[in-house]
């Protein structure tokens, strides 16, 4: 009897570990491990922009951050991936190429450079809602970048 009782203890346990592997909590989905496609892709949310305390300093893609170029930090999207930004609010929008990561508050979709805020009149408040849509894939993973 004890080895039937242990038997069936080991079968529930497997089933519960089971359970637990195949869970989304422990897994990708297969849409998190697709590269977003230009003409599909939309992603609405808050912008902001970082300027002059991180001119000059190292990207999370290796280069010097200008604020003057029309560049932007985002989350998970690949590196040199030309996304257009569209100002909710006034219709205006810039085209950035990713080169960075960020924004590291949870209401942010996106950090612009002071040149691309200027261009979409996110500076005066220094945010606003805005429309994210990709116009180039930029790098696969495993590409180098600069």
């Known amino acids: 009897m004890h080895g ?11 089933v519960l570990l089971v359970g637990c592997v195949s869970s989304p909590r422990f897994t990708s ?11 599909t892709w939309v992603e ?3 912008a902001s922009y970082y300027a002059e305390e991180f001119n000059g300093r190292k990207t999370s893609n290796g280069e010097t951050y200008d604020m003057n170029q029309m560049t932007a930090a985002h989350r998970t999207l690949p590196f040199n991936a030309k996304v257009k930004v569209t100002n909710v609010l006034t219709g205006k929008y810039i085209i950035v190429r990713i080169n960075d990561r960020g924004p590291f508050k949870d209401n942010r979709i996106i950090d612009l450079s002071l040149a691309a805020a200027k261009s979409i009149e996110v500076v005066g408040s ?13 790098a696969t993973s495993g590409e180098k970048r600069p």
Do not use: H, Q, Y
């Open 29 to 39: 989905t297969r849409a998190e491990k697709e590269e977003p496609n230009p003409g």
């Open 4 to 14: 039937l009782n242990l038997l069936l203890g080991c079968c529930v346990v497997s």
């Open 126 to 138: 220094g945010t606003a809602k805005v429309r994210l849509e990709i116009v180039d894939g930029g």
């Open 44 to 46: 609405e949310g808050m």
